[in-house]
């Protein structure tokens, strides 16, 4: 079946820890997405990707970085200097064509302990 | 920038009732909207996708209309099952920059 699958499902770190949410795609879809969700608020764009080896700073990018060496892959790092990083993590993607059909992921939690 | 809002934010309604969710968007030059479900703790289900040259799309018992001229989208349900219980997400593209989200509807449908 054709999908995104992000892993792990949960995550847990400890403060001053870097942790790496996961995010593969069998979709052939060149633009990949990670967006952050808390209570009461809508998605927010971190990174984006419309092309492998290059990517831009969404609205919330202080704090995270991402790669994108793969078509098929676009992870997200959660580093030591984003102050408030528990939150769910999304990631989406979709054809290079403006306003072509998003898909999700089924999402990362991610705790502070 | 583009501003997305959903009202109301809780609907809670009896099982078989037609029901609307609205959507309004500050910025009409968007490419589509998007609407999504949210089962708690899960990712986003695509539902309806609305290109900006289109007035409405059906699925099933979802029927999605968009008005750009007004900055409006809704999204009807026919005869409300408890199983529709979700939040609603809409979302517009303005560009290859992802989506902007409103903050959702939570819909109870009750047994």
């Known amino acids: 079946d054709g999908g995104i699958t992000q892993s792990p499902k949960y995550l847990f770190r400890k403060e001053g820890q870097n942790v790496t949410l996961s995010c593969e795609q069998n979709?052939?879809?060149?633009?990949m997405y990670w967006y952050r969700q808390d209570p009461g608020q809508g998605l927010r764009l971190i990174y984006y990707?419309?092309?492998?080896?290059?990517?831009q700073k969404g609205d919330i990018a202080e704090g995270y970085s991402v790669s994108r060496e793969k078509k098929e892959s676009f992870p997200l790092t959660v580093t030591s200097a984003q102050k408030n990083p528990t939150a769910f993590y999304l990631c989406?993607?979709?054809?290079?064509?403006?306003?072509?059909?998003?898909?999700f992921g089924q999402g990362t939690r991610l705790t502070v302990v | 920038k583009q501003e997305v809002t959903q009202i109301p934010a809780a609907l809670s309604v009896p099982e078989g009732e037609n029901l609307v969710l609205n959507c309004s968007f500050t910025?009409?030059?968007?490419?589509?909207l998007q609407w999504f479900r949210q089962d708690p703790g899960k990712g986003l289900t695509s539902l309806l996708l609305?290109?900006?040259?289109?007035r409405e799309q059906t699925s099933g018992r979802l029927n999605a209309s968009l008005d750009k001229s007004s900055g409006r989208s809704t999204l009807y349900i026919a005869a409300s099952q408890p199983g529709d219980s979700a939040t609603y997400l809409c979302?517009?593209?303005?560009?290859?920059?992802?989506?902007?989200f409103g903050k959702g509807t939570h819909l109870i449908i009750q047994p």
């Open positions: 989406a993607s979709s054809g290079q064509v403006v306003g072509t059909e998003a898909f």
């Open positions: 979709l052939n879809h060149d633009a």
């Open positions: 990707s419309q092309i492998v080896n290059d990517f």
């Open positions: 910025d009409s030059a968007i490419y589509n």
């Open positions: 609305i290109q900006s040259s289109q």
């Open positions: 979302a517009g593209a303005q560009g290859a920059d992802g989506l902007t």
